[in-house]
């Protein structure tokens, strides 16, 4: 008997039965792959959302002066100082760490907008004043000051750059800024010679300006990248009295206010979550 005769016809059976396991499993493949499309949600383009954010601000360059420099309390008065210019307190607020917590809503694919609250726990002051007489020029000047603001935040998503979304946006909003005191030293008169004023809280009108970019981790949550400016208004001292410590004895002056601007620029990471 031909061994071709008898094993071809179960090659010809073998090698059908294989296409066809083949082709079985090929649209097994493909009705799990649709499946699993199918499970899987799209990106909603409206409803809301929660942001949760941390970043670094770097205050700009400031100086306390006095709310009404004609007052006979004033601290500073309308003179010049031992450098030429307007006595005062001249330095910085530290980069200090910001924190956002938020609640928003997207209206469409391209509008959004929330309600954020925004923390500064440290944002310590640090200068030198410049009071005439024996004092000399280093005339040291710190402060502890915090910041909490909320603002009504609306933003514009633009067109996407590859996988990346930037966006614009604009908020207004109020701060409520505080102060511990402010602490003068004098190291020219004596090592304990200092002077401090009463601390004080504001709370003011508040606006910021955004712009970033953000990057989808998946179908709900994104990460977002952002430069912001900040304005948080004023940080004022209270009137009252101040203690002065001289070499020559302690005593308490009557003084007013002062004040001083705070603005910040910095960049903030935040994650935000779609319902």
Same mark, same amino acid.
């Given at each position: !008997? ?11 059976? $073998?090698?059908?039965?294989? +296409? &066809? ?9 493909? &009705?799990?792959?649709?499946?699993? =499309?199918?499970?899987?949600? &799209?990106?909603?383009?409206? $409803? ?28 500073? $008065?309308? *003179?010049?100082?031992?450098?030429? =210019? ?12 910001? !924190? ?27 200068? =030198? ?7 000399? *020029? ?14 009504? #935040? ?30 003068? =030293? ?18 003011? !009108?508040?606006? +910021? ?23 948080? @208004? *004023? #940080?004022?001292? @209270? ?6 410590? *001289? ?14 601007? +705070? ?5 903030? !990471? ?6």
């Amino acid at each position: !008997m031909n061994v071709n005769c008898i094993l071809l016809p179960w090659l010809h059976r $073998g090698l059908r039965l294989t +296409l &066809a396991l083949v082709c079985a499993s090929g649209a097994a493949a493909n &009705a799990e792959q649709v499946s699993s =499309q199918a499970e899987s949600p &799209a990106r909603s383009e409206s $409803g809301a959302y929660v942001r949760l954010g941390v970043g670094v601000d770097w205050p700009e360059a400031t100086g306390f002066r006095d709310n009404d420099c004609s007052s006979p309390k004033a601290l500073f $008065g309308c *003179r010049t100082g031992n450098n030429g =210019q307007p006595i005062g307190a001249t330095g910085n607020f530290d980069p200090a760490v910001v !924190m956002d917590g938020a609640l928003g809503y997207r209206f469409n694919r391209w509008i959004r907008a929330e309600a954020l609250l925004s923390w500064r726990p440290d944002l310590d002051f640090s200068g =030198q004043s410049n009071f005439l007489g024996a004092a000399g *020029r280093n005339q040291p000047v710190s402060g502890a000051v915090s910041s909490v603001a909320g603002f009504g #935040v609306a933003y514009v998503d633009l067109p996407k750059v590859g996988k990346l979304r930037p966006f614009l946006g604009a908020g207004l909003g109020v701060a409520r800024n505080r102060i511990d005191s402010l602490h003068f =030293q004098f190291p020219g008169l004596s090592a304990t010679a200092i002077t401090n004023v009463p601390g004080g809280s504001s709370i003011d !009108m508040a606006y +910021l300006l955004t712009a970033g970019i953000s990057v989808p981790v998946n179908n709900r949550l994104d990460l977002d990248l952002a430069y912001r400016f900040t304005d948080l @208004g *004023r #940080v004022t001292t @209270g009137s009252g009295q101040a203690l002065v410590v *001289r070499p020559a004895g302690t005593f308490n002056i009557p003084i007013g206010g002062t004040s001083a601007d +705070l603005q910040t620029q910095g960049v903030i !990471m935040s994650l935000r979550y779609a319902f």
